[in-house]
């Protein structure tokens, strides 16, 4: 089954070349590997076309800029529609994600699973550089599992694969960060067959994150609130009925006593 890596950057990462190399080194030449670089500074521009050359040339990469737009969804969206494989797999170019993990992944594809999260909240998985950002990703894990049934070890995580179908059906419209979590939160709702394995996530060591916290607040607790009403456990349909039982018992316990006492 033919693999797509979807590679988005942000202008320009140092770190992309290494992280290619070791996809190659790992995967072989089997793999098509696509990098979508949002130039959002000029002064990035020829940086990235020398760039785009070397990387063609070295390791066959293909490469697609985007001049106008940015987005970590938009971008990853927008390499789905030019990528030619059956398996789609998000990277970044930063070297967090476990390349490792991804011959099981893909495995897991051709047995039958239709997205593959990589996990790093299971037994196994890991993150090297623990911060804030990572505490709230665990947490928002953990609502995930206790709220809704979307069975996943790791709803925030980019690094999930998806058959080419799943994604297709999906149609993800996120533009940002959160798309990781509209297409496995809209699969399950669809049906699809969703599997983890263990993933060792590594912080950036060089460069900044641009994740940007309380901007992403709204985009990820929508897809929550989608997963509740779509999919909601069993605790959620409990509250749903109990607490209007247990407001209306409330308000009405001592009008209702006190008029079945009058004569
Ligand atoms: N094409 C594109 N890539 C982006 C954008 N924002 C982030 N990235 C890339 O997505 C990857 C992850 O971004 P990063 O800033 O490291 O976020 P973090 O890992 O969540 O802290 C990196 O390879 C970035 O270059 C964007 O707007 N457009
Ligand atoms: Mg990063």
Redesign the pocket.
Known sequence: MKLSLLI???NY?EALGETIERLREALGGDVEILV???VTKPEFQEQVERLRIELAERFDVRSLVRLDE???GS?LRYAAQHATGEALLPI???L?DDVAAIPTMLQKIADGADVVVGARYVEGGRIVGDTPKQRLSRWYTWLMGTLTTVKCGDASNSFKMYRREVWEAVEPRGQS?DLSVELVVKAAALGYRIDQVPATWVN?QAGR???RMVGELWNYGRWLLLAMLRLPSRWVIVAGFGLPLLVSWAVWRRPLARASQRP
Do not use: T
């Open positions: 988005p950057v942000l990462e979508v670089f949002d940015r987005g970590f971008g970044m170019a930063d967090s960060f950036r994150s641009n994740f």
